[in-house]
Nanobody, 122 residues
Framework: QVQLVESGGGLVQAGGSLRLSCQPSGSIFRINVMAWYRQAPGKQRELVAG???????NYADSVKGRFTISRDNAKTTVYLQMNSLKPEDTAVYYCNVKGFQSIGSIIQSDYWGQGTQVTVSS
């Protein structure tokens, strides 16, 4: 079973930056969407940013202009560059990949990372 391996979380002061990265532990035949979600204590998980196979991106209004999602040339590693961090960005950040695991797959799989904590102090 393919797992998503995340890294890059941590503690940073308001106004600082962090970069998260995520890559599958094994091969996924076709990746359709790579995205980052976050969940703050007592709140529902929300989409932060996503990037489709064609390269189009979308962002939550709360992070537009501050966060940038990107991927490597092989399109297997996704990054989230977070600048001008605010205390309200504090959450567990989860990587998500939607795709077809093998050439014979007819149902799209939904993969999740284990989550990485981002804490922004004021």
């Amino acid at each position: 079973q393919v797992q998503l391996v995340e890294s890059g979380g941590g503690l940073v002061q308001a106004g600082g930056s962090l970069r998260l990265s995520c890559q599958p532990s094994g091969s996924i035949f076709r990746i359709n969407v790579m995205a980052w979600y976050r969940q703050a204590p007592g709140k529902q998980r929300e989409l932060v940013a996503g990037i489709a196979s064609g390269g189009s991106t979308n962002y939550a209004d709360s992070v537009k202009g501050r966060f940038t999602i990107s991927r490597d040339n092989a399109k297997t590693t996704v990054y989230l560059q977070m600048n001008s961090l605010k205390p309200e960005d504090t959450a567990v950040y989860y990587c998500n990949v939607k795709g077809f695991q093998s050439i014979g797959s007819i149902i799209q799989s939904d993969y999740w990372g284990q989550g990485t904590q981002v804490t922004v102090s004021s």
